[in-house]
């Protein structure tokens, strides 16, 4: 079992560095835990780079998992519809509000 660190900042901005970090994993064998334990910002461009992740392992016979999920990134999931697509679950307790700056 390995442990990828995810950067606290997941901005639009940081989308292709996360594709980049990720890319040469997606063979590996054996689990893969993500540990989104820094992860304070999340656009939904990282979001779907992991969604992309997680679905190619999945089809490779791999498997992946969330460790230490911060409250904004389970929040972040559970507001684009994607927990299950992540592995991940998320109890009312562990979700804020997230503001809607539109």
């Known amino acids: 079992m390995s442990t ?3 950067a606290q900042d997941l901005g639009i901005e940081t ?3 996360l594709k980049q ?3 040469p994993l997606v063979g590996h ?7 989104a334990s820094l992860v304070s910002r999340v656009h939904t461009a990282a979001i779907q780079v992991l969604c992309a992740f ?3 392992r999945r089809k490779a016979g791999h498997s992946t998992a969330f460790d230490n999920s911060t409250d ?3 929040d972040a999931a559970r507001l684009l519809g ?3 697509a992540l592995g991940l679950e998320a109890t009312q307790d562990k ?4 503001e809607n700056p539109a």
């Open 4 to 6: 990828v660190a995810l």
């Open 15 to 17: 989308t292709s560095d």
């Open 21 to 23: 970090q990720l890319a």
């Open 29 to 35: 064998s054996g689990e893969l835990r993500l540990d």
């Open 54 to 56: 997680v679905d190619a």
């Open 72 to 74: 904004t990134f389970l």
């Open 82 to 84: 994607v927990l299950q």
């Open 95 to 98: 979700l804020k509000s997230v």
